[in-house]
């Protein structure tokens, strides 16, 4: 079992910038890999970017050059979090976000969302 807990999100300007963080109940080196969903009002979850247990990054074409994701160095003493880095926020952006793990097993885990509101 893993359990995932995002940071809050917010409301940001068109341009701005925002950094989620998602932090695991195990290490995010023993997950297969963990990524970032996103979902909009009146639209399907969209797969936003993922990283490999090896480190491996994809994106969604609409986010590419403006979010990163990345998680903690395998030195760092907690292993556990991903963050999604995300620049030039645009109004299309908004959605309520959920953190993703899938297992060895491939097993899915979900965050419980996090709203983020691209708004003047």
């Known amino acids: 079992q893993v359990q995932l807990v995002e940071s809050e999100g917010g409301l940001v300007q068109p341009g701005g910038s925002l950094r989620l963080s998602c932090a695991a109940s195990?290490?995010?080196?023993?997950?297969?890999?963990t990524g970032w969903y996103r979902q909009a009002p009146g639209k399907e979850r969209e797969l936003v970017a993922t990283?490999?247990?090896?480190?491996?990054?994809?994106?969604?074409?609409s986010v590419k050059g403006r979010f990163t994701i990345s998680r903690d160095n395998a030195k760092d003493n907690a292993k556990n979090t991903v963050y999604l880095q995300m620049n030039s926020l645009k109004p299309e952006d908004t959605a309520v976000y959920y953190c993703n793990a899938v297992n060895t097993l491939r097993v899915d885990y979900w965050g419980q969302g996090t709203q983020v509101t691209v708004s003047s």
């Open positions: 990283i490999t247990r090896g480190g491996s990054a994809n994106y969604v074409d």
């Open positions: 195990v290490s995010i080196f023993s997950i297969n890999h």
